[in-house]
């Protein structure tokens, strides 16, 4: 069903747009850490949060996406654009009640989550949180646009799309930050303004008639119950699994922010490296959902496998050389942000860690995944993650680092062991063949 050629255009556009999306990350980090390291570990706190709370209509793009790639596998046009105007509807409305909610306890949500961190760290956190709140609708307007035109195999759009949103972040915070040194504001605002111009670029593209999937009037959506049935049916149990393995991040968070400002900041510097060794497997991981879910609605399971395998393959030869690379270059790279002597010891020996499982264990227990979720085999896949975050990554990150003294190192060996639990069970999944036993198209 799929070129070599077919699949490289899919795929480039989407490793570039996952690059891109962690590059600005690394800036805004690099250039807040010029007001400190409280500074650092305030948007660092936030951040964490903050892609909890985006995961949720996140995961609805991507069961708006299963079910718009299995209409378009099964040449039902028709269907698929009512899929797309569903999905806009309802992750944008959930995207407003979040940003209420996030806009009206800004300080409790902090103080609950983290408790009595630093009234410094706090003061910076709250600012960030505040200001980032604003931009939840419109990244759920962009991600469900972007994920409709991955499925309709046009992910140009979303990575040219990305880096005009990328462009704004970083202009916009190279002169407020170092400007006008308005610290952490001088990061938030930029990523506002970002992820509008994103969104409203993201609307108007959509509503283009020669797209195969498009959304003729943005104003009038409607409602269709039956529809939204079937995207809430893929997006809800991937938003509990995603959000519950954000919410067992967090939780760890507070562990790591118990161990003082060193280990939290080395944390947030490895932890955003870390974001640039797993954009490969992130990019072809929604290819995945794209190739495997129009496969799977044509009813060629044989071509979804072939494919799966395929993908996991290419995923596996780019992550080797990239960590292998970044291994190499690690001094240079942990010096861009301009540490102290002790935490910057502390950020090269979690990135060594880090590159090493990430190259062997990471992609089936995160790529491979996203082929089993595009034939509707969703309730597997959370109940899986719910039990390996739970008992492995939250349990053991408690015992290595606080009971046994490891520190933060304890907390990335305890997500490492995660990792492994999960590849074990989807890879079990994957070849026994159960996935292949839920789509909603026969």
């Not at 960030?128 to 646009?145: D, H, M, R």
């Not at 001094?331 to 590159?355: C, G």
């Not at 990554?393 to 304890?410: C, M, N, Q, T, W």
Request: glycine share 8%; net charge positive; charged share 10%.
């Amino acid at each position: 069903m799929f070129t070599n050629k077919q699949l490289y255009k899919l795929i480039i556009p989407l490793i570039i747009e996952q690059l891109l999306a962690v590059t600005v990350g690394m800036v805004n980090i690099i250039m807040v850490a010029r007001a400190g390291e409280v500074a650092v570990s305030g948007v660092s706190l936030v951040d964490t949060l903050n892609v909890l709370l985006i995961t949720i209509f996140s995961s609805l793009a991507t069961g708006g996406a299963v079910v718009a790639a299995q209409y378009i596998g099964h040449k039902e046009t028709e269907n698929a654009c009512k899929s797309a105007k569903q999905l806009l509807l309802i992750s944008t409305i959930i995207a407003l009640i979040i940003m209420a909610f996030s806009l009206l306890g800004n300080y409790y949500i902090l103080r609950i989550i983290y408790g009595n961190i630093d009234a410094a760290v706090m003061d910076n956190a709250r600012i960030y949180f505040y200001v980032t709140s604003f931009s939840f609708p419109f990244l759920a307007i962009y991600n469900s646009c972007a994920a409709l035109f991955r499925v309709m195999g046009n992910s140009k759009i979303s990575m040219y799309a990305s880096l005009i949103m990328n462009a704004i972040n970083i202009v916009g915070s190279a002169v407020l930050v170092m400007g006008f040194h308005m610290g952490v504001m001088g990061v938030a605002v930029p990523a506002l303004l970002a992820r509008i111009s994103a969104a409203l670029i993201m609307l108007f593209l959509i509503r283009n008639k020669k797209n195969p999937i498009y959304i003729d009037h943005v104003m009038k959506l409607g409602l269709d119950i039956p529809m939204i049935k079937r995207i809430l049916q893929i997006g809800v149990p991937n938003g509990i699994e995603n959000g519950i393995f954000q919410i067992g991040k967090i939780l760890v968070q507070g562990l790591t922010a118990s161990f003082g400002t060193v280990a939290m900041s080395a944390n947030a510097v490895a932890q955003t490296i870390a974001g640039l060794e797993i954009i490969p497997g992130n990019g072809i991981g929604l290819a995945m959902i794209t190739v495997v879910g129009q496969c799977v609605g044509a009813g060629d399971y044989g071509q979804a496998k072939k494919y799966a395998i395929k993908l996991l393959k290419l995923t596996y030869a780019i992550m080797l050389v990239l960590n292998i690379g970044i291994i190499l270059l690690r001094n240079p790279i942990v010096n861009i942000f301009n540490l102290s002597t002790e935490t910057n010891a502390l950020t090269l020996q979690l990135i060594i860690y880090h590159s090493i499982c990430c190259c062997t264990i990471w992609p089936i227990a995160f790529a491979l995944p996203n082929a089993i979720r595009a034939a509707n085999d969703v309730k597997y896949t959370m109940v899986i993650s719910i039990i390996s975050m739970w008992l492995w990554r939250i349990g053991f990150s408690y015992i290595l680092a606080d009971f046994l003294k490891l520190g933060v190192l304890g907390v990335w060996i305890a997500m490492t062991i995660d990792w492994f639990f999960r590849a074990i069970c989807f890879l079990i999944r994957f070849i026994n063949g159960k996935w292949k036993l839920h789509s909603f198209i026969h």
